[in-house]
């Protein structure tokens, strides 16, 4: 089936710094994908909808400057957590939907990438 | 906005013993009803979905039902077995895979051998 990754899988950074997250997806193209926060024992929360070439979406509470978008080609998407703090630390999972191609339209998730900020 | 709720949180079953998780949903729109499994650490993995063309899907162990009327949709799951222990997620979209999903609350289930 469809593969979706995400790089890197974990990470830890001090406070103040930036992170970068990619989501890549592997055997189709993906004019749309999704970022997703969830904290321990809680549900996925939709955080963005990134679009390949134009701005993000941004669900209402989400600071778009602190967590900036980038959808630069057909199959990857980045997340940069900016000026990163403890209470940002979180698993991000991105996904992407394959539409179209003979296939019924899906929504595959990526592995998840564990964010603890120092 | 869509509002997806999802019962039970917690869920223990005795190894090969049905478990049945059940879903309500708020926007009548919705016609995509994907469900997920997470295991601990890992993304979530499309078990099964069903669209709202039909009221039944089944796969092998795994069925799923939908009631339009009602708005709600259940996950079944027969003979169930200790590698089933996972937390699942129902989720409900609009139309085409383009639009965003909403996701229950998720239900731990745990499958004792």
């Known amino acids: 089936g469809a593969v979706v990754s995400q790089h890197p899988s974990r990470v830890i950074c001090k406070s103040g710094t930036s992170v970068k997250i990619e989501c890549r997806s592997l055997d189709f193209q993906a004019t749309t994908m999704f970022w997703y926060r969830q904290f321990p024992k809680q549900s996925l929360m939709l955080m963005a909808t990134s679009n390949e070439g134009s701005k993000a979406t941004y669900e209402q509470g989400v600071e778009k400057d602190k967590f900036l978008i980038n959808h630069a080609s057909l199959t990857l998407s980045t997340l940069t957590v900016t000026s990163a703090h403890p209470e940002d630390s979180s698993f991000y999972i991105c996904?992407?939907?394959?539409?179209?191609?003979?296939?019924?339209?899906?929504?595959?998730f990526g592995p998840g990438t564990r964010l603890t900020v120092l | 906005g869509e509002n997806v709720e999802q019962h039970p949180s917690t869920l223990s079953v005795q190894e090969g013993d049905s478990a049945v998780i059940k879903c309500t949903y708020s926007?009548?729109?919705?016609?995509?009803f994907p469900w997920y499994k997470q295991e601990l650490g890992k993304g979530p993995q499309l078990i099964i979905d069903i669209r709202s063309n039909v009221g039944e899907k089944k796969d092998q162990r795994i069925a799923v039902t939908l009631n339009k009327t009602a708005k709600h949709f259940s996950l079944h799951i027969t003979e169930t077995q200790p590698e089933d222990s996972a937390v699942y997620f129902c989720?409900?979209?609009?139309?085409?895979?383009?639009?965003?999903?909403?996701f229950g609350t998720g239900t731990k289930l745990q499958v004792i051998p």
């Open positions: 926007d009548s729109a919705s016609n995509y």
């Open positions: 989720a409900a979209s609009i139309s085409s895979g383009y639009q965003k999903v909403t």
């Open positions: 996904s992407a939907p394959r539409v179209g191609g003979g296939h019924p339209d899906t929504q595959y």
